[in-house]
T-cell receptor, first 115, second 116 residues
Framework: TQLLEQSPQFLSIQEGENLTVYCNSS?????LQWYRQEPGEGPVLLVTVVTGGEVKKLKRLTFQFGDARKDSSLHITAAQPGDTGLYLC???????????????FGTGTRLQVTL | GAVVSQHPSWVICKSGTSVKIECRSLDFQATTMFWYRQFPKQSLMLMATSNEGSKATYEQGVEKDKFLINHASLTLSTLTVTSAHPEDSSFYIC????????????FGSGTRLTVV
């Protein structure tokens, strides 16, 4: 069974602070996705990384895929209240047909950014 | 972009009754859809993978007879919670794999089921 452990589980910070969320596994994934979920809604995709060592930036968010494709991190610079939400990493594998298989979601990190 | 419409958004039902949740791909054909369950303040747990025209593949520990999945067309998958009990109360989310995008997934907005 593939497991993705996220840390921390919960983070409460003030506006303007920086933070990093980690996503670790003992399994290798073909891709690693990060989602943000608001209460009562489905997850919304933030980024997909597929190459070991890959770094992607999305405004104040920086995502990195580990060299061995077993772990990933999400760094937020100068957090804002609008960043509040549940952050989920999800690992995917690719079937022999070339299509993606099911996603395995991480344990989740709940971020709260206050003024 | 690819959109998945999930209905209803919320439903309250009595113990012993069945509830059907629909998941439709609006502007693309979804050969594969996934059904997740999410408990409060927890992550998403995959329940089953449904493929159009074939039987769903259930994850270990998920009761096939309780959670009936039908994927009869390329745009519609349904999850029926049969003989619902209070412990089935949860947030159910569907997801569709976007055709020709190796890593493309799009999620429904979820259904809050409360069994009383």
């Amino acid at each position: 069974t593939q497991l993705l452990e996220q840390s921390p589980q919960f983070l409460s910070i003030q506006e303007g602070e920086n933070l990093t969320v980690y996503c670790n596994s003992s399994s290798v994934f073909s891709s690693l996705q990060w989602y943000r979920q608001e209460p009562g809604e489905g997850p919304v995709l933030l980024v997909t990384v597929v190459t070991g060592g890959e770094v992607k930036k999305l405004k104040r968010l920086t995502f990195q895929f580990g060299d061995a494709r077993k772990d990933s991190s999400l760094h937020i610079t100068a957090a804002q209240p609008g960043d509040t939400g549940l952050y989920l990493c999800a690992g995917g594998t690719v079937e022999y047909t070339g299509t993606a298989s099911k996603l395995t979601f991480g344990t989740g990190t709940r971020l709260q950014v206050t003024l | 972009g690819a959109v998945v419409s999930q209905h209803p958004s919320w439903v309250i039902c009595k113990s012993g009754t069945s509830v059907k949740i629909e998941c439709r791909s609006l502007d693309f054909q979804a050969t594969t859809m996934f059904w997740y369950r999410q408990f409060p303040k927890q992550s998403l747990m995959l329940m089953a993978t449904s493929n159009e025209g074939s039987k769903a593949t259930y994850e270990q520990g998920v009761e096939k007879d309780k959670f009936l999945i039908n994927h009869a067309s390329l745009t519609l998958s349904t999850l029926t919670v049969t003989s619902a009990h209070p412990e089935d109360s949860s947030f159910y989310i569907c997801s569709a794999q976007i055709t020709r995008q190796t890593y493309g997934y799009t999620f429904g907005s979820g259904t809050r089921l409360t069994v009383v």
